[in-house]
């Protein structure tokens, strides 16, 4: 039997969770934020139980938890609040909106989200705690890695490789067999047609590096 879920967050991409957690016909405990105005509030029907020390009023073994924080840009909050709640033990739910298309051996990290709409093919591996959102398209034989935020309607050609903490934004475009380095922010819009290196930014048609 699956545990029920808390959400950790109660901004944008929590909200677009909870529909695919009850979608998927998930249990969810609550939602918990730092925005104590939220308390005693619903998120499409969901309670806002109130902070993220609610979470401890449950064990480890009784509950796991969804992150509920999105990014516009490098998701080290994300990151963090995954890093800080595993170090206390707590597992983290994957999450795959029913609308989602995943090939038979694609292989999922804990805690990966893939939402409504997107496409992963055959060969490809998603590490823990990354976002897969909706309508993105990732080809087969890619590697996106741990905390990676690939943006809606982003399209990875076959064989990309997305390092560690990386954030592909809104609609970019990734041609074949490119790597893009830990840490490394993708505009939205932009089209990469080379390997971009560690902690670098590019924006653009065809893509430019801004910073370094």
């Given at each position: 039997m699956r545990l029920p879920v808390i959400i950790l967050g109660a901004g944008g991409h929590a909200k677009v969770l909870v529909d695919a957690l009850l979608a998927s016909s998930s249990v969810i405990a609550g939602v918990v934020t730092p925005?104590?105005?939220?308390a005693g509030t619903f998120l499409l029907g969901v309670p806002v139980l109130g902070g993220d020390d609610f979470v401890d009023k449950y064990g480890p073994a009784e509950v796991n938890l969804v992150n509920g924080l999105g990014s516009i840009g490098l998701p080290v909050k994300r990151q963090s609040l995954f890093l800080r709640f595993k170090s206390m033990g707590y597992k983290f739910a994957t999450v795959i909106h029913p609308s989602a298309i995943l090939a038979s051996d694609v292989e999922l990290g804990e805690g990966t989200q893939v939402m409504a709409g997107a496409v992963i093919q055959a060969g490809s591996c998603i590490g823990s705690n990354a976002i897969i959102n909706t309508r993105a398209s990732v080809d087969h034989d890619c590697t996106i890695g741990d905390h990676v935020h690939i943006a809606p309607g982003v399209t990875l050609s076959g064989g990309v490789t997305?390092?560690?903490a990386s954030h592909i934004g809104t609609g970019?475009?990734?041609i074949q067999g490119i790597c893009i380095g830990a840490e490394s922010l993708i505009g939205a819009g932009t089209l990469v047609l080379k390997d971009v290196q560690r902690s670098t930014t590019v924006v653009?048609?065809?893509a430019?590096?801004?910073t370094k």
């Amino acid at each position: 039997m699956r545990l029920p879920v808390i959400i950790l967050g109660a901004g944008g991409h929590a909200k677009v969770l909870v529909d695919a957690l009850l979608a998927s016909s998930s249990v969810i405990a609550g939602v918990v934020t730092p925005d104590s105005a939220l308390a005693g509030t619903f998120l499409l029907g969901v309670p806002v139980l109130g902070g993220d020390d609610f979470v401890d009023k449950y064990g480890p073994a009784e509950v796991n938890l969804v992150n509920g924080l999105g990014s516009i840009g490098l998701p080290v909050k994300r990151q963090s609040l995954f890093l800080r709640f595993k170090s206390m033990g707590y597992k983290f739910a994957t999450v795959i909106h029913p609308s989602a298309i995943l090939a038979s051996d694609v292989e999922l990290g804990e805690g990966t989200q893939v939402m409504a709409g997107a496409v992963i093919q055959a060969g490809s591996c998603i590490g823990s705690n990354a976002i897969i959102n909706t309508r993105a398209s990732v080809d087969h034989d890619c590697t996106i890695g741990d905390h990676v935020h690939i943006a809606p309607g982003v399209t990875l050609s076959g064989g990309v490789t997305v390092c560690e903490a990386s954030h592909i934004g809104t609609g970019a475009t990734v041609i074949q067999g490119i790597c893009i380095g830990a840490e490394s922010l993708i505009g939205a819009g932009t089209l990469v047609l080379k390997d971009v290196q560690r902690s670098t930014t590019v924006v653009g048609v065809p893509a430019r590096m801004v910073t370094k």
